[in-house]
């Protein structure tokens, strides 16, 4: 069973709120990764870092962001929620991989954001 | 730009039937990545193919690299209710540290 947590699952809120979706994971993985996935959809790749510091943006545009300040510990914040925002987000480590390859995903059971 | 595409897109079988999800790129992969989605779950990861030619198994499920590391399989023989989900391919093209994400088969089995 993979040690990855997203907070909360679930959640319902008002248009303009500001929210934050927890991930943590205990892997020790330097990589990890947010997705915004609609049901029965793609996976959309929003944010990615490879370590402390260091975030980069994903292949979709996001109002979110997020911050790496622990190894362990990859929040997404959304500073004004809006009902475009309605989705699951993802979020997902790996481990380093061989060469270029990215390593095998675990993905947490996902936050599912509904905006009003 | 980079694309992986997956098809079909959705598949309903009878159980006892086989199942096939194919995923083509528009590039050479270095790796291919298969992931199972449950209804209302998180991707699962399956497996990871590198080399040309590939071909691994897992119980039911096979999984074949093709020789210009381009395309990919996932085989099913003999469907059970419990294979229902989503099956997402994932690879490496190049230098490029992003899995680029085929769009996912949809497969529903029927009892």
């Known amino acids: 069973e993979a040690d990855i947590y997203q907070t909360p699952r679930y959640l319902v809120i008002g248009t303009g709120k500001k929210i934050t979706l927890e991930c943590s994971q205990t892997m020790g993985h330097d990589k990890m990764y947010w997705y915004q996935q609609d049901p029965g959809m793609e996976l959309h790749l929003i944010h990615y870092s490879y370590g402390v510091n260091s975030t980069e943006k994903g292949d979709l545009s996001s109002e979110s962001t997020v911050s790496r300040i622990r190894t362990e510990h990859f929040p997404l914040t959304l500073e004004s929620a809006r009902p475009s925002h309605t989705s699951q987000y993802l979020c997902?480590?790996?481990?380093?991989?061989?060469?270029?390859?990215?390593?095998?995903?675990?993905f947490g059971e996902g936050s599912r954001l509904t905006v009003l | 730009g980079q694309q992986v595409m997956q098809i079909p897109q959705y598949q309903h079988v009878q159980e006892g039937e086989d199942f096939t999800t194919y995923c083509n790129s528009s590039?050479?992969?270095?790796?291919i990545q298969w992931y199972k989605q449950r209804p209302g779950g998180h991707p699962v990861f399956l497996i990871q193919l590198v080399k040309s030619g590939e071909v691994k198994k897992q119980k039911r499920l096979t999984f074949q690299f093709g020789e210009a590391k381009k395309n990919s399989s996932l085989h099913i023989t003999a469907t059970q209710t419990t294979d229902v989900g989503t099956y997402f391919c994932a690879g490496n093209a190049g230098n490029n540290r992003k899995l680029i994400w085929g769009l996912g088969t949809s497969l529903a089995v029927n009892p």
């Open positions: 997902a480590s790996s481990d380093e991989g061989t060469g270029a390859n990215t390593g095998e995903l675990f």
């Open positions: 590039t050479t992969l270095s790796n």
